[in-house]
């Protein structure tokens, strides 16, 4: 019980961040709705993995995965293509946190001068952010590189 | 003669009658093809689907074939038909992305590939798309409660809540401006980060919520390069390694630009640690 809680608690606020995402990308009003449930689903499947004992490079890739083959049916149901809702989809996911930590170590570095802790602070956030940036977009690209290659989805 | 080679040659198997092109509507229809291709890239569509939604619209207005090179900022085409080629290169500007662009193209290839249209009239419905923007006050409550949502995704409380929403409302505000003014989106991105981290480091300084540091990370979020980010590893997946490494080096300078604007804000500030 309490984790369906979690999960829903989950689902709901990262249904919110992806439609204020789609709003940057304007993406058309009547498929708003897609992002909205392709956000939820996600990072709630995200954070279930997470909480089953799976590592989160992995757990994003599955997630990603899930969305791209979702995907796949509803760009077909609605006659656009993918890009358009999964890239909101899975804005919830993207570490953008880690990314600027990374920079920021960076910037410290040249401000400070060498020290183990903040290289160890670079390496660690710009590496888990590379991993857990090409498992998403490996994920979502999952269903065009290996059934759909030479034919276009919709 | 002529007829019944096109008719063999002409892939579309629904038009009806054999196609003759002459050498200004093959160049008409190039025209129309480097349009297609430019205004998909301005609105960020990524380069597998620039390739096939041009190559898609040649072959259904006739053409035997059509290349498409891509470029970080221009496009090159070439039609073939007949043994005639024909090439063309357009620079491209990025106009920001605009989804609603890309599926009004979507609609207009498939209609294309369904009845036979002319090439005037696929170039009168493309010049007819719109890009089409959302209300600004819409946008940026809805870009506030996003980032809001992270912070509470990351583990803040109700007063965490509040002061993301507030920074990144006012930062978003900002950027729109910035960008209604066309400034550089580096220094925009900048200028962003470094409003939204002095805002938000209110909230380190009198102590508001649980995890007063989240604010400052949860308020910058809205300006992940997230789109350019995964266009560029879905480019490098599908073999597009150049424009590939374009668009990785693009966000990559842009997240640099948002860390500066951090930095510069925390120096300002006098707070130490970021998260």
Known sequence: ?154 | MDKLLSSADNQTAHSPAPIVLSKTDQTDILRVLVLLAMRLMQHGAESKLVEQTTTRMGIALGLDSVEVALTGNAVIITSLYKGRCKTTTRRVYDRGINMHVVCEIQRLILKAEQQPLSHQNVSQLLEAIEPQKYNRWLVILMVGMACASFSHLLGGDWQVFLMTMLSSSVAMAFRQEMAKRHHSVLLTFSLTAFLATLIASLAVRYHIGNEPHLVMAASVLLLVPGFPLINAVSDFVKGHIGIGMSRWFMATLLSFCVAMGIALALMVTGIEGWL
């Open chain 1, 1 to 154: 019980m309490e984790l369906l809680i979690t999960l829903l608690d989950d689902a709901f606020f990262s249904a919110i961040a992806a439609v204020g995402f789609s709003l940057i990308f304007n993406v058309p009003q009547r498929l708003l709705f897609l992002c909205a449930i392709g956000g939820a689903l996600a990072h709630s499947f995200r954070t279930l993995l997470l909480l089953s004992g799976t590592t989160i490079v992995p757990a994003s890739f599955l997630a990603a995965a899930l969305v791209g083959l979702i995907g796949v049916y509803w760009s077909r149901k609605y006659l656009v293509p993918r890009p358009v809702f999964t890239v909101a989809s899975i804005i919830p996911m993207i570490p953008g946190t880690y990314a600027f930590q990374a920079m920021i170590s960076l910037f410290s570095i040249y401000q400070l001068g060498y020290s183990p802790e903040l290289m160890a602070s670079l390496l660690e956030n710009g590496l888990t952010m590379l991993f857990i940036l090409m498992a998403i977009s490996f994920g979502l690209a999952l269903p065009s590189v290996v059934i759909y290659r030479f034919k276009p989805i919709v």
